[in-house]
């Protein structure tokens, strides 16, 4: 099905996307399986629609809302982004969603939302990696309520102009091109606006190997391997990795006075 | 000591004075008899040949994916790495197999591909790595230097691949004769320490599903077992023959195998 953007933003240095192929054949969506090629193969059985996001804690309008109405609140942006994974390699993607900022902004969060949680579908069925313990489900991740409402976030919906396929997280993912993909939670059926810094999936599994900011740092190695460097997906030679993977213009702000040397 | 011995007093005749036989290897009931060197260069001649033909397949394998339609998909050298690090291992599983399954099962032809099964776990240990330099890394050095000593996972690889070459270096049956059967086994040990570091170098790598690593590591460990509980028993039939008048009792010297 096509998803025709309103409006479209370049923000990937005029870099060729990476093929379609490539985009929906090598995830990282353990729900759907560890190895690479494991969503692709099972994304069948996750059923995208209907779908409802229930929005709720810290909000005046605490509401739930059909995937397809989501779309219909704010224009459809098209934003190509460079995505680094936190395993050292990258592509370049075009997606189609609409600004995280907007729609929390129209949820009205309270004076005491500080975070936004974002909790993916749990759902051994549709979603047979969960019949695994390989990460403790459902699948959590959080930002500050500053950078959810950082102009960058998106809301994403779909991918090169058609609605996201079920191993890029159908139907509503978190795009956060500043921070490594795991932030990026997929398949999303719950938005929490909160007081209190929520647990997060990756840094509760291995705390001293995946931060909470989890913002893509070169100077910060991986315990396991560097970060200096990383493989766009489609090239044989490892070029550098950007701090803040090239956005550092329109977030390092958001961190002035943390130590640069945390910020993993 | 032929288990055929009626009483402790002809056993003291048999030990006192030689043999006017040469002495047969002990035929215990389930060990199948050492082929002798006539019988192994005589029939069965194909399976080291087919030994080596087949565990070539997965290099044609990733030759064939990476030049012809089905491809390596978006990450090729990843790929690449991966399925030379697992034939890696399953190569060294496999050469570590034969001596158990003669010992427990009464097979006695794996033993004749195990040469072939080590020397084909050090080709793809060496490839693996090959890999790594060549094309992963493009030669950088320093990156190279800085990843051996400070990510343990890429130094346990190193050492595991320093561990295998004088395994490889000494499989000949000159190097065995130059070195005496008994120091040549006991060198040829290491390949357990390979295969435990192999394990580790696996297990670090993978970011959390670690399934894949676990079953490498119980099955070296069961065959680990199984060679401790074989060498045990021999012990205990050994002491239940009582020991030989003269034999030193720590047996330093004794053919074990």
Known sequence: AALPPAKRAELAGGEKPTPWKDVTGYNNFYELGTGKEDPARNAGSLRPRPWTVQVDGEVKRPQTLDVDALARLFPVEERIYRMRCVEAWSMVIPWDGIPLADFVKRMEPTSKAKFVKFTTLEDPAQLPGQRRHVLDWPYVEALRIDEATNPLPLLALGLY???????????????????????????????????????????????????????????????????????????FFRRKTLPFNGYGDQVAQLYAGLDPRKLY | MAASTPTPAAEAATSATPAPTAPAPPRAAGAAPPPSRARRAGGRRWLVPLAWALGLLPIAKVAYDGLLAPGLGANPIEKVLNRLGFWTLTFLLLSLAPTPARAFLGISWPVRVRRALGLLAFLYACLHFTTYVAVDQFFDWQIIGADLARRPFIGVGFVTLLVLAPLALTSSDAMVRRLGHARWKRLHRLAYAAGVLGVVHFLWRVKKDHTEPLLFAAAFGTLFALRGLDALRRRLVRRAAGPRPGASLSGRGAKVD
Not at chain 1, 207 to 233: K, L, T
């Open chain 1, 161 to 235: 102009g058609r609605v996201l396929p079920g191993q890029n997280g159908a139907p509503v993912r978190l795009v956060v091109p500043w921070k490594y993909g795991f932030k990026g939670a997929k398949s999303i059926v719950r938005i929490t606006f909160t007081e209190e810094q929520p647990r997060t999936t990756w840094n509760e599994a291995a705390p001293d190997e995946y931060g909470f900011y989890a913002n893509v740092n070169p100077a910060v190695d991986h315990p396991r391997w560097s970060q200096a460097r990383e493989r766009r997906i489609g090239e």
